[in-house]
């Protein structure tokens, strides 16, 4: 019996799904507790006056298992590229041809909203995914480092310069 792979777009109903396969990746990249987006923001930030965000979903047989989750972002040298914040195919649906299909259709919707370029980060341990994305003749760097600020350094730091 074939198995049947479909991308779609995600909707409003996937999202309690989007939030699994969100903690399985924080999970499988050993940060599992740093996951504290709720449903409810999920839904808010996804489906609300102004999206932040959209998903693709794969499913197989009818059942979700993979999350290409992206949003654009603006380079003020280059434009617009779509941002791949999350992208995953749950542990036990790997090495079936969803990723491929999944990061396809996701170079499709680049082509569709005429972005400069799809970029994603890597964790340099992560050798499947790395030699995954090779696949594709991406670049992966290890020039850039990242920088972040967290909600609460963000109100300790506007506190302290509100003085």
Same mark, same amino acid.
């Given at each position: 019996m074939k198995r049947e792979i479909k991308i779609r777009k995600g909707v409003k109903k996937d999202i309690p799904n989007v939030l699994k396969l969100i903690k399985e990746l924080a999970e499988y990249?050993? &940060?599992?507790?740093?996951? #504290? @987006?709720?449903?409810?923001?999920?839904?808010?930030?996804?489906?609300?006056?102004?999206?932040?965000?959209?998903?693709?979903? &794969?499913?197989?047989?009818? #059942? @979700?298992?993979?999350?290409?989750?992206?949003?654009?972002?603006?380079?003020?040298?280059k434009g617009k590229f779509l941002f791949l914040e999350d992208f995953v195919v749950t542990k036990k649906y790997r090495r079936k041809g969803i990723g491929a299909k999944l990061f396809e259709k996701t170079i499709d919707i680049c082509k569709e909203l005429d972005v400069n370029g799809m970029i994603w980060q890597v964790l340099d341990w992560n050798k499947p995914a790395i030699n995954f994305y090779k696949k594709y003749d991406a670049t992966i760097s290890s020039k850039w480092l990242n920088g972040?600020?967290?909600?609460?350094q963000i109100d300790?730091?506007?506190?302290?310069?509100?003085r």
């Open positions: 990249e050993n &940060a599992k507790e740093e996951v #504290i @987006i709720t449903e409810k923001q999920l839904e808010l930030d996804g489906f609300g006056d102004y999206p932040y965000y959209q998903f693709l979903i &794969a499913e197989y047989d009818n #059942i @979700i298992v993979g999350l290409s989750f992206y949003w654009i972002r603006y380079s003020t040298w972040k600020l967290t909600k609460e300790k730091m506007h506190t302290e310069i509100s």
